[in-house]
Nanobody, 124 residues
Framework: QVQLVESGGGLVQAGGSLRLSCTAS????????MGWFRQAPGKEREFVAAISWSGDAPFYADSVKGRFTISRDNAKNTVTLLMNAMKPEDTAVYYC?????????????????WGQGTQVTVSS
């Protein structure tokens, strides 16, 4: 089990940038694939980006590809989501998640540790 704490959410204008961070409590953070998901009001939680335990082969949802970048620093037990060229449709609660086993997944069902979420609001 690993505890995850997100930070960095807030209000930004369309076209602006935000950086979300997720810090994990466990020293074995390197064994976890990490993902970011988001949930807008009235909508289901959706995949945003994921990165393997080694930092190789980050994967993105089509809606954020080219605008968002996921990265991790295993020495600091952190994973970061840099969001550029933001759009009002990016408004959601963003969740950090850890996948303890298996191949890098885009479905939330394969992630067994979740943060509490951080609100991101993009104004038009």
């Amino acid at each position: 089990q690993v505890q995850l704490v997100e930070s960095g959410g807030g209000l930004v204008q369309a076209g602006g940038s935000l950086r979300l961070s997720c810090t994990a409590s466990r020293r074995t953070f390197t064994g976890y694939n990490m993902g970011w998901f988001r949930q807008a009001p009235g909508k289901e939680r959706e995949f945003v980006a994921a990165i393997s335990w080694s930092g190789d082969a980050p994967f993105y949802a089509d809606s954020v590809k080219g605008r968002f970048t996921i990265s991790r620093d295993n020495a600091k037990n952190t994973v970061t989501l840099l969001m550029n060229a933001m759009k009002p449709e990016d408004t959601a609660v963003y969740y950090c998640a850890a996948q303890s086993q298996g191949r890098l997944a885009v479905s939330a069902v394969f992630y067994d540790n979740w943060g509490q979420g951080t609100q991101v609001t993009v104004s038009s």
